[in-house]
Each structure stands twice: as structure tokens, then as C-alpha cells.
């Protein structure tokens, strides 16, 4: 997968994620959702990306792989987990 692949992989896991988190509603009152959801958003392309570099840095795996798919979604959904559920807690 191509790096623009796996940036646009996190981005939808970072929408996914920020959409089904439960925490997302628990934010403050002045705060808007859309700003949440960029972050949400960036978050989940930023964690994909960094898993992939040190997954091929490593050499767990390598362009393509099942694993890389595997790794990468699983990282971004945590980093977009503890994103939402700190922004939501502020």
C-alpha cells in the first residue's frame, strides 16, 4: 500500500473511531465536535503512518503485507481511542 493509502486508511479510522467512541458526547459545552473530529481524524493518519515506518524500519513486514494492514489499523483505532477519550475529558 502506497503512502497516501495509508494516510487515508487512518484518516477513516480516525472519522470511524471519533463516530463510535462513546466518550465523544462527554466533551465541554463550548467546545465544538468539529474540532474533535480533526483530531480524531489526524490522529489516526498520523498513527498509521508511524506504523508502518517502524514496522518496515524493524522488518516485522514490508510494503504490502497482510501484517502492515493488521498493524497499522490496530494502532491508529488505540491512538484514536485515547485521543477521543482525552478530548472528551478536558
Known amino acids: 500500500m502506497s ?3 495509508m494516510i487515508f486508511l487512518g ?3 480516525g472519522a470511524a473511531g471519533w463516530w463510535l467512541h462513546p466518550l465523544r458526547r462527554a466533551g465541554r459545552v463550548g467546545q465544538g465536535a468539529a474540532g474533535r473530529i480533526w ?3 489526524v490522529a489516526g493518519a ?3 503512518v508511524i506504523a508502518r515506518m517502524f514496522g518496515n524500519v524493524a522488518g516485522v513486514y514490508h510494503d504490502g503485507d ?3 494492514w493488521f498493524a497499522c489499523t ?3 483505532l488505540v491512538v484514536v481511542t485515547a485521543t ?3 478530548a472528551a475529558r478536558r
Open 39 to 41: 483530531t480524531a481524524i
Open 66 to 68: 497482510t501484517l502492515e
Open 11 to 13: 484518516a477513516v479510522i
Open 74 to 76: 490496530l494502532f491508529a
Open 3 to 5: 503512502w497516501i493509502g
Open 46 to 48: 498520523i498513527a498509521a
Open 84 to 86: 477521543v477519550a482525552l
